[in-house]
């Protein structure tokens, strides 16, 4: 299996600055796309950010030109640089990632999500 785990979450005014990062482990073969997602308090979870193996990105509408997302394939780690934040990014911050894993000589698919991190945002 893969795990994946998140740091770097925390309190910061409007305005600051934030960097999460994901490292995933296990027995991993390949690493196709890696992604942030995010949940506020009584909304439903939303797609931030994602990055494709060839480094491909999107953005939801609201983070263009003040998110930036990046992995590192030789460390398997995602990171998600967020800068002039907003009390309305305040939420719990999700990794995804999907790939391929090898053990015992089989190939497998896996998706998998971290465990959360929170980022609070304060006016």
């Known amino acids: 299996q893969v795990q994946l785990v998140e740091s770097g979450g925390g309190l910061v005014q409007a305005g600051g600055s934030l960097r999460l990062s994901c490292a995933a482990s296990?027995?991993?073969?390949?690493?196709?796309?890696m992604g942030w997602y995010r949940q506020a308090p009584g909304k439903q979870r939303e797609l931030v950010a994602f990055i494709t193996s060839s480094s491909s990105t999107n953005y939801e509408d609201s983070v263009k030109g003040r998110f930036t997302i990046s992995r590192d394939n030789a460390k398997n780690t995602v990171y998600l640089q967020m800068n002039s934040l907003k009390p309305e990014d305040t939420a719990v911050y999700y990794c995804?990632?999907?790939?391929?894993?090898?053990?015992?000589?089989?190939?497998?698919?896996?998706?998998?999500w971290g465990q959360g991190t929170q980022v609070t945002v304060s006016s």
């Open positions: 995804n990632a999907d790939g391929l894993t090898y053990y015992g000589g089989k190939y497998s698919d896996f998706g998998s």
């Open positions: 296990g027995s991993i073969f390949s690493i196709n796309t």
